[in-house]
């Protein structure tokens, strides 16, 4: 083969569909609040986006069929197992996965922190159903197989393809109920964007993941239940009950999504330090939404074994402690150090 036909070839991009608005179908098309997600097939929503053909030839899954909200443990083990078979064969360049807006950003950084390759991985997803006026899916899907087929997206972790920006895993939040624009990587910006086939980076991401990540689930199957890990939440009024409940559930870890630089009321705070002196494993986040949590600021975190969970909001920041919770690692000193690296 000359050089030449090299380069013309088309990159296979996976597509896996996982359900979500934006396989969602409304009764009415002008209704965008209650409709069904995950109607339509993997093929359908293809079907529908014929400028595919010019972009990259495409191997099409259907995983699940779900509203993301009832994402469990077992899709994202084998979400995970997927996406490392299919990028270890040398035919697929690049990966996308579409799913529900409402967990994307739990999945995006789980796989951020367990697939081992450096071929790109952009998940995508609609805030309009496929059936609705103005859907967005389409245009986000074509985006998503653009930014995967892209030499320049290797190598970066999982990425999001979402409304023409692309986010990284680690930083992606939702941050709308209803705009179509509906995510933002908060304090550190987005990586790049895209557009009319043009992708373009602006930003590096500094944080470990995929191939310098310590974690691997290759051992661990669908049936394999993670550590039990829950987000407490705390607010004016708050008591104990919700986590001395937990403890005597034998609950593995709580993160606790602090008001403010993740400060605790004091009768939550001291729950939490009488369940870390039963084994729990406690991480201090924040509910705020923007910002880091600072070690050993508004919570003596040293004395009470504590751990900060910096930038990280509390529902990435329960991915890392399940992930670290699953490799045995749930000691402060060492969590604290996971949480500083990735
Ligand atoms: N509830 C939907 C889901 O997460 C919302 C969406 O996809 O926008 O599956």
């Known amino acids: 083969m000359s050089a030449d036909a090299t380069h013309q070839k088309r990159p296979t991009v996976a597509v896996l569909a996982t359900g979500g608005t934006i396989a969602g179908d409304t009764a009415d098309a002008t209704q965008t609040a209650s409709y069904k997600a995950g109607v339509f097939s993997v093929e359908r929503l293809l079907s529908a986006i014929p400028a595919l053909d010019g972009i990259a030839e495409i191997y099409a899954e259907q995983i699940a069929s779900i509203d993301s909200k009832d994402l469990d443990d077992a899709l994202w083990i084998t979400l995970t197992h997927r996406v490392n078979t299919l990028l270890m064969q040398n035919n697929i360049d690049g990966l996308v996965i579409a799913h529900g807006t409402d967990t994307l950003e739990e999945t995006a950084y789980w796989l951020h922190l367990t697939v081992a390759s450096i071929k790109p991985v952009v998940l995508t997803a609609a805030m309009r159903p496929f059936t609705a006026l103005s859907a967005d899916g389409s245009l986000n899907l074509l985006n998503a197989v653009t930014l995967a087929a892209h030499p320049d997206a290797v190598a970066r972790g999982v990425l999001v393809a979402f409304a023409n920006r692309i986010h990284g895993a680690r930083d992606i939040t939702k941050i709308s109920t209803y705009a179509v624009d509906a995510f ?159």
């Open 184 to 342: 933002a990587s908060p304090e550190s910006g987005i990586l790049g964007w895209i557009q009319d086939g043009r992708v373009e980076f602006q930003r590096l991401v500094t944080r470990a993941h995929t191939m310098q990540s310590v974690f691997k689930i290759n051992a661990i199957d669908t049936q394999y239940a993670l550590p039990a890990v829950q987000i407490v939440v705390s607010h004016a009024g708050a008591s104990r009950l919700v986590v001395d409940t937990l403890v005597n559930a034998r609950i593995c870890g709580i993160v606790v999504a602090g008001t403010g630089n993740g400060s605790v009321h004091v009768r939550l705070q001291q729950a939490l330090a009488d369940a870390r002196a039963r084994g729990v494993a406690v991480v201090r986040s924040s509910r705020v939404g923007s910002g880091h949590v600072m070690r050993n600021g508004a919570a003596p975190d040293d004395a009470l074994g504590l751990v900060s969970a910096g930038t990280l909001n509390p529902y990435k920041a329960r991915v890392l402690l399940i992930l670290a919770l699953t490799h045995g690692w749930g000691e402060p000193v060492m969590l604290q150090s996971l949480f500083d690296q990735y």
